[in-house]
């Protein structure tokens, strides 16, 4: 079956533009998450979804980044005003569910590689 | 907080050979599970093995292997009869049930296999 999928693949944006990253979670996975990779701060955690809801927030580095999903499904990770140390690369997962099991296997797309000039 | 630490940042293997990455991590919950994953050059991150605080046995998934030792808060991966294709970053991640639901990553190891 199809993956997670992440798309644009790429984005090269001027600074002080917004962007909006899409991820489209696995068939049937209510867990969604957002992650950042960047060569000095390594893997972050963003956001995470259970359906329709973030219940946690706790890693967006600031209010200038936000994000969506809707039909328990697509997901949009828009970052308005973007800044140059928001170069990186995100990467968005989806698990089967959330909750406290702690073998909650999530499952990563390919990642969109953001250069703000 | 938890916390993982990959001391290796880069590995060579001859192809045909095992190798082990190592992986310590730090946490105060009981109830925890812990994950690698591969990331070839292509960027996505490929789950390869799961192991939990309470298993009793060490888990393996074909080539992979995990050596869990507990009391000294280490999950080292092994991979045995090394291939061309493993050249790649390992994470090695952790989810600790009162930490929400969000992995915690260690640095990496960059493994490169010679022919």
């Known amino acids: 079956g199809a993956g997670v999928s992440q798309s644009p693949s790429n984005k090269v944006t001027e600074k002080g533009k917004d962007v909006e990253l899409r991820c489209d979670p696995i068939?049937?996975?209510?867990?969604l998450y957002w992650y950042r990779q960047s060569l000095g701060q390594g893997l972050e955690f963003l956001i995470y979804?259970?359906?329709?809801?973030?219940?946690?927030k706790s890693g967006l580095p600031s209010d200038r980044f936000s994000a969506e999903r809707t039909g328990g499904s697509v997901s949009t990770l828009t970052i308005q005003r973007t800044q140059q140390e928001d170069s990186a690369v995100y990467l968005c997962?989806?698990?089967?569910?959330?909750?406290?099991?702690?073998?909650?296997?999530?499952?990563f797309g390919a990642g969109t590689r953001l250069s703000v000039l | 907080a938890q916390k993982i630490t990959q001391t290796q940042p880069g590995m060579f293997v001859q192809e045909k050979e095992a190798v082990t990455l190592d992986c310590t991590y730090d946490?105060?919950?009981?109830?925890?599970?812990l994950f690698w994953y591969k990331q070839p050059s292509s960027g996505e991150m490929i789950f390869l093995i799961y192991?939990?605080?309470?298993?009793?046995q060490n888990a393996t998934e074909g080539r992979y292997s995990l050596n869990f030792q507990k009391a000294r808060k280490s999950a080292n991966l092994v991979i045995s009869a090394s291939q061309l294709g493993d050249s790649a970053m390992y994470f090695c991640?952790?989810?600790?049930?009162?930490?929400?639901?969000?992995?915690?990553f260690g640095g990496g190891t960059r493994l490169m296999v010679k022919p």
């Open positions: 979804f259970q359906g329709n809801s973030a219940p946690d």
């Open positions: 997962a989806s698990s089967i569910r959330g909750g406290t099991v702690a073998k909650n296997i999530q499952y």
């Open positions: 068939s049937g996975h209510t867990a």
């Open positions: 192991q939990g605080s309470y298993d009793q």
């Open positions: 946490t105060s919950d009981p109830s925890y599970g």
């Open positions: 991640a952790m989810r600790a049930n009162n930490a929400g639901n969000m992995l915690t």
